[in-house]
């Protein structure tokens, strides 16, 4: 069974840089094929894709994100890390991790509960 | 960035009935479209990919079609888990980008 589970803080304050820790099981960052994103969703907003790491460590970015973002697994924890820099009021929201349908069906068929970031002074 | 355009904003059915919602890609994406329900408090869940390929364990009463630029989602009889938001995603050019959201309310 494939589940995803992101941690990180609630709150971070302007300029200050978040990380969230996507934890995975039922499946191996390592396997062929395997992709995992992160998407997020301002409050009562649209889902927006920001970044999506392969099992070949390939990357891809948001193009309007990509100086702030950056993407990194650590295999040996199963787990995928995303990093944003100098955020704003405007990047709250909640953050998802969401597990690739196929490497080349670039479609989301698990998505972590969400992670709920607030920034604000 | 291919923009994803959906309408209506907000339909307001009765269960039983028939629920069709649209998607327009401002160009080509060939059948490279997905569709995801979303309710409150949770995670979007994977309905349709490539258009009309209904994901694993999803109801029969859920389709998809179309292609190009105009697609479809059709809810064939509503039941009253249905009433959630449903947004369409393209992955046909990058950036993966979705449409905005429709939001199916009881009527």
């Known amino acids: 069974q494939i589940t995803l589970k992101e941690s990180g803080p609630t709150l971070v304050k302007p300029t200050q840089t978040l990380t969230l820790t996507c934890t995975c099981s039922g499946f191996s960052l390592r396997d062929t094929g395997v992709g995992v994103a992160w998407i997020r969703q301002p409050p009562g907003k649209a889902l927006e894709w920001l970044v999506l790491?392969?099992?070949?460590?390939?990357?891809r970015y948001s193009s309007s994100l990509r100086s702030r973002l950056t993407i990194s697994k650590d295999t040996s924890k199963n787990q995928v890390v995303l990093t944003m820099t100098n955020m704003d009021a405007e990047d709250t929201g909640t953050y998802y991790c969401?597990?690739?349908?196929?490497?080349?069906?670039?479609?989301?068929?698990?998505w972590g509960q969400g992670s709920l970031v607030t920034v604000s002074s | 960035e291919i923009v994803l355009t959906q309408s209506p904003a907000t339909l307001s059915l009765s269960p039983g009935e028939r629920a069709t919602l649209s998607c327009r890609a401002s160009q080509n994406i060939r059948t490279y479209l997905a569709w995801y329900q979303q309710k409150p408090g949770q995670a979007p869940r994977l309905l349709i990919h490539?258009?009309?390929n209904r994901a694993t364990g999803i109801p029969a009463r859920f389709s998809g079609s179309g292609s190009g630029t105009d697609f479809t989602l059709t809810i064939s009889s509503l039941e009253p888990e249905d009433f959630a938001v449903y947004y369409c995603?393209?992955?046909?050019?990058?950036?993966?980008?979705f449409g905005q959201g429709t939001r199916l309310e009881i009527k």
């Open positions: 790491i392969y099992w070949d460590d390939d990357k």
């Open positions: 995603q393209q992955r046909n050019i990058w950036p993966i980008t």
């Open positions: 969401a597990h690739l349908l196929t490497s080349y069906s670039l479609y989301f068929d698990h």
């Open positions: 490539d258009a009309s």
